[in-house]
Structure formats: C-alpha cells, structure tokens
C-alpha cells in the first residue's frame, strides 16, 4: 500500500522545490500548536470549512437528479426517446467521473480553495448553456461539461476534511460530511417533480443555478487547508526565498501529467484497497441512479401518481440517509472511539493519540515519542451492518413494485427505498473515512476521486438500461 502521507520536507508540493537548508519552521508546523495548521483552527472555523464543502456536495448531486423530472418533456420536446433523454443523465454523472481525476491531483499540486473557487462558475456557464439550449445535443454536451467542472467538490471534498480534522474526531465530521452527497439526490427530484408542473424543464436549469450561486457566496471566505500551499505562503509572507528548484518547468510539467495527473487512475489499477471499494461502491451507486428512470415509471405505471407525487417518492431516500448518518456516528461513537480510549490508555499522557501523521525529522517537536493511530479496518463497522440492507431493500422493491394486479399498497416499496437507502449511505461512509484512514490528507484526495471515477462512471450507464429493465417487469 502507498505510503500514507509524502514527508513534508521532500517537496512543498508545487513545483518540485527543494527545501533543503530552509528553517525548520517554514518547511512543517512550527509546534503541535501552530495556528497555521488547519487542525488547530476554532471549531467555528472548522465547522465553516465543513459546511463549505458539503454544501459544494450537495449542489453537485442535486444537479444530477433533478433533471430526472423533466426527462419526458424533454423527449417531447426535442423528439427523442426516453432513453436519449436520460443521457442529460448520464454524461452529467460521466462528467462527475472525469472531472476528479483532474481536479485531486490539481488540489494536491495548486491547494483546495483554487480549485473550489474556479470550478463552480465553470459549471454554472454550462449550465446556463442547457438552460437555453435548442437542441438535444446541446443538453447533452452542456451536461457533460457542467458534471466535469462540478466534479472536483466531490473527489478533494474528503482531503478538506482530511485537513482540517484529526482521525480521532474525523468519524463525526466525516459522516454528517458524507449525508450531503446523499440528500441532494433525494431533495433534486422532489424539487424539481414540482418545478416540471409548474413550468418548463428549462427551470430546473434554472433552480440549479441559484443552488449554485448560493453556494459560492457560501464559500467566498473559504481559507486554504492544504499543508504543503499553507507552508509556502508562509514562508512568502515572512520573506524567505524558496530553495533551488530540483527539476526545471518542463520537468516539473512533466512530472504532473505523468505522474500526478494519473495517479487516480493508477492507485484504481494497482492498489485492490481502492480497486475493490470502489467496485462496491460504484455497483450500489449505480443501482441509486437507476431509481431516478425507474420512479417515474413505476409510480405513474402501478400506482397513478403525477409528477408531484412522483417526486415525493424520493422523500424516503432522505429518511433512510438520514437513519444511515445516525448509525454511522453510533458506530463511532460506541465502537471507534471505545478501541481508541483503549488505545489511549496503552499510550504515554505525553503523547497525543489523535492523529496520524508522520513527524520528519526536521521537526522542532521530534522528541515526542511516535504517534499512534486506530488502524483504518475499524471505519468498517457501519459498513458491516448496512451491507444487509442493500440487498434486503432490492429484494423488496422489486418483488411488491412490479404490478397494480397485486394488490400491494405504494407504501412498501417506498419502506424498501429507505432500507436501501440505508445501507447504501452506511457502505459509502464507511469506505471512504477508510480511504482517507489509509492513504492520509495527501493521497486520500486521489484515493476518493479514483472511487469517485468508477462510482459515477457505472451511474453513467444504469440509467441507460433502467426503463427496458422495469418495462418488463411491470408489463
């Protein structure tokens, strides 16, 4: 497995400088209580940070479902089958899977709030573009684009929290963190279920640009968090130069775009940590976005619901997310916080035990003793329980939906929803606080976008095949 965190004296991560014969203070964290480290910030601060960086994630996911309510007036519209409709769909969750392979390797080489701040006006233009567009292939490029530029929110998201939290209180923050790209899922459809009977399609462009400029106003106070971007600019606001450069420009470009550039990529290949999780993940997110061509069919099928009703079908995401955040900050609560006070108590009071990272020897605290850390198997505790609740509420949706001649009330599959719902959130939350447990604040952003890349890459095509699939079933 990688190294978890890249020693902070091998390189400021920018530009492949050395720091060498620089003062210790300026190449890492001057104490363990340097106010420039985003682990010391206020808990307002933080708080701030974290809200900044779930808003950014519900916005994008909201994004994607929403546009599931106008998908047949939009085959009307432009005459067009369904399932050419549904591509507005698909190249958006195509776009949210290219786009952090991009955006990961660029917050690890430029900082966080760079990419933050420039990504998201990009999306708006493009969204903007579908607003207005005039053909389906305009939708279609426009959904790509607006995906690819809203992406990095979701893949450097997890880095942030990286940042700003140490592992001992990253459970809670990391879980309530994790809900957002849940909610907006589940709160797109129902907005937009009301949109559609109001007004045109064109709206629900609409309503995702004020989601979107809400946001950005949100964050204009954003400060930067990663340590490395954090480190240089200090050493620029006290005056001291930066050490030679160790490679030249066209050295240093190439390292980026044959190393960092794909690291993503190759930690998806070669690393079965993120190979497998991310194949778990993006299995179950998959089946998710199936619900937003299938809903409308099967409750305006067997059950007769309008497009309002119809959009309240996806309340019970929310409920089951919402369950699946309270089991995860149990499972913190009484499980990982238990083995970390019994970590504690093996451990020195000299010594603090509430973060992972490795001291370099340039340190001017190296005298503490090394640093423990609860081993990352034990996120997985959430995950263990909710994998039961995948295939439990699969089973059960699909065996009361399938037709008005069974006589089953709309209420059982919507119970199944939350079920699944459920352990979807419980699986994901807990594969990435492992992820970020694992490969630490500098490798977990490209850790999370390579599950990010497989995750919406199989939300891309489920949809594609979701109306024939349920056709069949109902018929």
């Known amino acids: 497995m990688m190294q978890s965190e890249a020693k902070p004296h091998d390189n400021d991560g920018v530009t492949g400088t050395s720091t060498a014969g620089l003062p210790p203070n300026v190449i890492d964290w001057a104490s363990p209580c340097d106010p420039d480290d985003p682990h010391n910030w206020s808990f307002g601060k933080k708080c701030y940070h974290a809200g900044v960086t779930a808003a950014y994630a519900f916005t994008t996911t909201f994004m994607s479902s929403i546009y599931s309510s106008g998908t047949e007036e939009v085959a009307e519209r432009f005459g067009v089958s369904t399932t050419v409709s549904l591509l507005g769909i698909s190249m958006y969750c195509l776009g949210l899977s290219f786009g952090p392979v991009l955006a990961a390797p660029l917050s690890e080489t430029l900082g966080r709030s760079i990419v933050y701040r420039v990504s998201l006006p990009l999306a708006a233009l493009f969204t903007i573009g579908c607003a207005v567009a005039k053909d389906m292939a ?63 399609f064109r709206w629900l462009e609409w309503v995702m640009l004020f989601f979107m400029i809400a946001t950005y106003i949100y964050s204009l106070w954003m400060s930067e968090t990663y ?9 620029k606001r006290l005056g001291i130069p930066e050490a030679a450069k160790s490679m030249s420009a066209l ?78 900050l149990l499972c913190d609560s009484l499980l990982y916080k238990k083995h970390l006070a019994r970590l504690n108590a093996t451990v020195p009071s000299t010594q603090s035990s509430d973060s992972d990272e490795e001291t370099g020897p340039d340190r001017s605290y190296q ?32 065996w009361t939906a399938r037709t008005a001649r069974t006589g089953v009330h709309w209420a059982s599959p919507v119970m199944a929803t939350v079920v699944f719902a459920w352990g979807n959130l419980c699986v994901f939350v807990s594969a990435m606080m492992y992820l970020i447990d694992a490969y630490g604040p500098q490798y977990g952003a490209s850790a999370v976008s390579a599950n990010g890349f497989a995750r919406y890459i199989f939300s891309a095509a489920f949809p594609l095949f979701a109306i024939q699939k349920k056709q069949c079933m109902i018929d």
């Open 138 to 200: 305009t939708i279609i490029v426009c959904r790509f684009f607006a995906g690819f530029f809203a992406a990095p929110a979701l893949s450097i998201g997890g880095g942030t929290m990286a940042d700003i939290y140490h592992p001992s209180s990253r459970g809670v923050a990391m879980s309530l963190f994790l809900l957002a790209p849940f909610l907006g899922p589940a709160v797109g459809p129902i907005i937009g279920g009301f949109v559609i009977e109001k007004v045109s």
């Open 227 to 235: 340590k490395p971007i954090i480190l240089k600019r200090r050493r």
């Open 251 to 328: 050295g240093a470009l190439h390292k980026f775009m044959t190393i960092t550039l794909i690291r993503p990529l190759m930690m998806l290949i070669t690393e079965p940590i993120v190979a497998f999780f991310s194949l778990y993940v993006a299995v179950d997110f998959g089946i998710l976005f199936t619900f937003f061509a299938s809903f409308p069919l099967v409750y305006s099928r067997v059950y007769h619901f309008d497009a309002g009703q119809i959009g309240l079908t996806f309340l019970p995401i929310l409920v089951g997310c919402l369950i699946a955040t309270v089991t995860c």
């Open 367 to 398: 005298s503490l003793p090394p640093k423990k850390h609860v081993e990352p198997e034990h996120r997985l505790y959430a995950a263990m329980i909710g994998s039961f609740g995948i295939p439990t509420g699969l089973f059960w949706f699909a």
